[in-house]
């Protein structure tokens, strides 16, 4: 049950993103309590996160300026950076890097405005202190379940959220076009409950504020003029490892 | 086979996200835009719940005696 565990865990990372934009619910302090306990779970602070989630939003697969904030991490091109994206590895070494270097005031990066710098700060030490707490208590009591209840599934589910997320822009075009930047990917139900609807992605690009219960209403208002799809994420691992 | 535009997109020929969402009606757009707090902690319930059932089970196996 680890694996399923670990999988049910770090997709958690899907509500976050939608904690990010307010909208899977109607109560804002719903959406930040929301964002600011799943955040802690998976390693990821949501003040940061919204900054650098707003930047992708505004200049997707915008390579030519260099603005996209997640194409700092380069897309998998061989068979071992394929092996070493899934693993997760990279992901959890540049977020707890990240948290680290928040905490202690280190440098910002250039998509967190200056109004938002003390609270991405402040939220890092907050986190911090939190995970201190968390290794004392079990020191304390002598316990492992942490490790073997929350830490250990996150790293054996990650590689399922890292291949999910390939999906979403991996191998699409540098243009400003959302219809061409970004794909959906016709998946299983239960991929679509797991990821709170997030393979509408071309739909949630392209008109951000809607939730995640409405994208498939969304879905067949676009359907005629979606232009980068893919039937399943096992077709798509399989045509990008193809072209290595 | 995935579908990939290859070539940059040409503003000209194919229609633009936005002239998609430009062209939706005022019922349309408040239709997509409907937050809802039950939809949400419905959803949120069923994900909790399904992590606290397989830790639950995953916990009695790892922990149990």
Redesign the interface.
């Known amino acids: 049950?680890?694996l399923?565990?670990g999988i049910?865990?770090i997709f958690?990372f899907t509500?976050l993103h939608e904690c990010i934009h307010e909208?899977?619910?109607?109560?804002r302090w719903?959406n930040r309590t929301?964002g600011i306990v799943i955040g802690f779970l998976i390693f990821l602070p949501p003040a940061w996160f919204c900054c650098f989630h707003m930047a992708h939003h505004r200049h997707t697969q915008d390579q030519d300026r260099d603005n996209d904030p997640e194409l700092d991490a380069k897309k998998p091109e061989s068979w071992m950076q394929y092996g070493i994206y899934l693993s997760g590895i990279p992901t959890w070494y540049s977020q707890l890097l990240k948290i680290v270097r928040l905490a202690m005031g280190g440098p910002m990066d250039g998509f967190v405005p200056g109004r938002a710098q003390k609270g991405v700060g402040q939220q890092a030490r907050l986190f911090v202190v939190g995970y201190a707490i968390l290794i004392a208590l079990s020191i304390f009591q002598n316990s492992t379940?942490i490790i073997?209840?929350w830490l250990v599934?996150l790293i054996f589910g990650q590689p399922f959220l890292r291949a999910y997320l390939l999906a979403e822009h991996g191998?699409?075009?540098?243009?400003?076009?959302?219809?061409?930047n970004t794909?959906t990917t016709f998946t299983s139900g239960i991929v679509r409950y797991l990821a709170?609807n997030m393979p509408y992605h071309?739909e949630h690009?392209?008109?951000p504020?809607?939730?995640?219960?409405?994208l498939p209403?969304?879905h067949n208002?676009?359907k005629k003029?979606l232009?980068?799809?893919?039937d399943g994420f096992v077709?798509?691992h399989t045509?990008?490892v193809s072209r290595f | 086979m995935v579908n990939v535009p290859q070539a940059r997109h040409d503003q000209s020929a194919s229609i633009d996200h936005r002239d998609i969402i430009r062209n939706l009606s005022d019922d349309q757009r408040r239709d997509l835009r409907q937050l809802s707090n039950r939809a949400g902690l419905v959803r949120l319930s069923s994900h909790t719940g399904m992590i606290a059932l397989t830790g639950t089970s995953y916990g009695g196996c790892h922990f149990g005696h």
């Open positions: 049950m680890m399923p565990l049910l865990l958690l509500l909208t899977p619910f109607r109560s719903i929301v379940v073997w209840a599934p191998r699409c075009p540098y243009v400003s076009n959302m219809l061409d794909r709170w071309t690009h392209s008109y504020v809607v939730p995640f219960h409405k209403v969304l208002i676009m003029n232009r980068n799809t893919e077709r798509f045509d990008y």
